[in-house]
């Protein structure tokens, strides 16, 4: 409804533009918006006021000219004009429904859209180093990246889902030297156990499988212990696959699956590190100073310079994310967005001004960057720090043991990612309605039931059958619910154009909280077989504009609870 008030608008624009009270070279575009206090309609746009100057006249006359220019439209009930010049449109109620019918013709594809045209987009996120299990700051990324790629697919984007493994670097070697000294039987309370050693319990795990000679098997390879505790290169290349395989088989759990799985160490073995060095190099933007070599970031809106090579030889870790990144340009995305924890905030700025010294054309602001904030786990009230199997932080795996992954993925997806997220374990568990995710699934299986209820009286109602008079519907609920309905296509395609996903947690709140409202006050199993029947429809549409929202986060929508 709110494109035709749109087109409405744009109709009475053009009539004023002929008449001269507009000038006709001037493109004007109205935008209309859905209003908070239904005492002023249901959708207002604000172009009088926005065009007033234009016109040469004050906005309260402008949308007098607008509203008596308008065509008329069975869609509309009323039109009025509020304080300076806004216009607040009144929709009849039978028009409300019409997004019933086009809900379940449509069905799982109502809310699409090609927006995107097929253009390829890769989503980058999780990212964890092959260091340990997943903790809950990954699992946020992993809720936020899976469904931003999942809206991105809804708004007709080619995505690709990828994982970039920092399987180099002194992180990876404190690993190897963690589990070698496992299998020589050293304990993390030993002397002679590493300073920057990691002391979970599976790195236990992980030399016990190496001394048994065991075979795993990551993304790209299969690695076969040699048992031999002394072989570190050999310890290093086990640990690192077995990490990568429990992660994967994590992620699994966690209804995420990757496209590609990117390996830090192929762009050294590659050449690519060492050739982006010389690229910039050759376009003049480094120098050496006190031992180390330097990137003249500062030129393209850095604070200040950052050292590239240190003294030692080795790289600092922006340098091979430059490599990385050059390399996704080359691989054809001219989108790439990077969903990250909020303690990469600095290397936003290098990592871009890096990708401009290279002169290979990578836009300026590329790629994109969604950063989110910390999780913090509680249990009756108190702070969750700890897991016995990683050591020192709560794993993904540790909330999917103990909530599931449904309200798992929800709790994480369900803030702005720049808001500081607490996870309750209590309310995460909880069957009642202020467990959103329950909420929301409830209002799913209680449509469900009402059908089972229909069948076993012997009418049998398909999902996608928009059955009886809808003009029937006259309450104020009825048209709220419906109102509600139509806003889900415009609410995909802004969460997935302001990289916000945490949107859609919120309208499924509110739509189910509509639902059960009306369902508690007005019956739809009822004598009046027609009212039934257009409720029924009603219900339908609501099943599976939720079974379509909670698809986009990665939640089942479950017949029965």
């Not at 993304?219 to 002394?230: C, G, L, S, W």
């Not at 607490?422 to 309605?433: C, E, G, H, W």
């Amino acid at each position: 409804m709110k494109e035709t008030v749109s087109e409405l608008l744009q109709s009475a624009l053009a009539t004023l533009q002929s008449e001269g009270t507009l000038p006709a070279d001037q493109t004007f575009t109205p935008q209309v918006g859905n209003t908070k206090d239904k005492s002023h309609g249901d959708y207002a746009c604000n172009i009088a006021l926005v065009a007033s100057k234009a016109a040469g006249c004050p906005p309260r006359k402008l949308a007098e000219a607008l509203v008596a220019a308008l065509p008329e439209n069975d869609a509309v009930a009323k039109v009025d004009i509020a304080g300076p010049g806004f216009i607040n449109f009144f929709m009849s109620t039978a028009s409300a429904f019409g997004v019933v019918k086009t809900i379940l013709d449509e069905a799982d594809q109502f809310g699409r859209n090609n927006n995107g045209r097929g253009e390829k987009v890769q989503v980058e996120f999780v990212s964890a180093n092959p260091t340990g299990p997943l903790h809950v700051g990954h699992g946020r990324g992993a809720a936020i990246g899976d469904c931003l790629s999942r809206l991105l697919e809804a708004n007709g984007y080619n995505v690709t889902r990828e994982f970039y493994y920092n399987d180099a670097g002194a992180q990876i070697n404190n690993l190897a030297l963690s589990v070698q000294a496992r299998a020589k039987g050293l304990t993390p309370e030993h002397e002679s156990w590493p300073a920057d050693g990691y002391r979970g319990d599976y790195i236990t795990d992980v030399a016990n499988a190496y001394l048994a000679g065991d075979t795993v098997t990551a993304d790209d390879r299969a690695v076969t212990a040699k048992a031999d505790p002394e072989d570190r290169d050999a310890i290093r290349d086990f640990a690192v696959a077995y990490l990568r395989r429990e992660q994967d088989l994590d992620l699994k759990a966690f209804g995420v699956q990757f496209d590609v799985y990117f390996l830090e160490s192929s762009l050294y073995d590659d050449g690519k590190v060492e050739a982006t060095v010389e690229r910039l190099k050759a376009n003049g933007y480094t120098y050496e100073q006190d031992g180390a070599m330097w990137l003249k970031t500062t030129e393209f809106g850095d604070d200040k310079d950052r050292v590239m090579r240190k003294k030692d030889g080795g790289y600092t870790y922006f340098l091979p994310d430059v490599a990385y990144h050059l390399d996704k340009w080359q691989r054809g995305f001219t989108t790439v967005i990077n969903e990250q924890g909020a303690d990469h905030h600095s290397t936003v700025t290098r990592v871009r001004a890096g990708l401009q010294a290279l002169k290979a054309g990578v836009p300026q602001g590329w790629p994109d960057y969604v950063l989110h904030q910390m999780v913090m786990v509680t249990r009756s009230g108190q702070e969750v720090k700890i897991s016995k199997r990683a050591g020192s932080y709560v794993t993904l795996r540790d909330l999917i043991d103990e909530v599931g992954r449904d309200a798992t993925r929800f709790f994480l997806a369900a803030r702005r990612v720049d808001s500081q997220l607490t996870f309750d374990i209590d309310l995460a568990r909880s069957q009642t309605n202020e467990n959103p995710v329950y909420y929301i699934q409830y209002a799913h299986a209680r449509i469900c039931s009402v059908l089972r209820k229909l069948a076993a009286e012997g009418v049998e109602r398909g999902l996608n059958e928009c059955v009886g008079d809808l003009s029937l519907l006259t309450l104020d609920e009825e048209k709220e619910l419906a109102n509600q309905l139509a806003k889900y296509p415009e609410l995909i395609a802004n969460s997935a154009a302001q990289r916000e996903p945490h949107h859609l947690t919120h309208y499924l709140r509110e739509l189910a909280g509509q639902f059960h409202t009306y369902y508690n006050a007005h019956k739809v199993l009822i004598e009046d077989t027609a009212l039934r029947d257009a409720r029924v429809s009603l219900y339908l549409a609501v099943r599976q504009v939720i079974e379509n929202g909670l698809s986009l986060l990665g939640v089942s929508a479950p017949e029965e609870m």
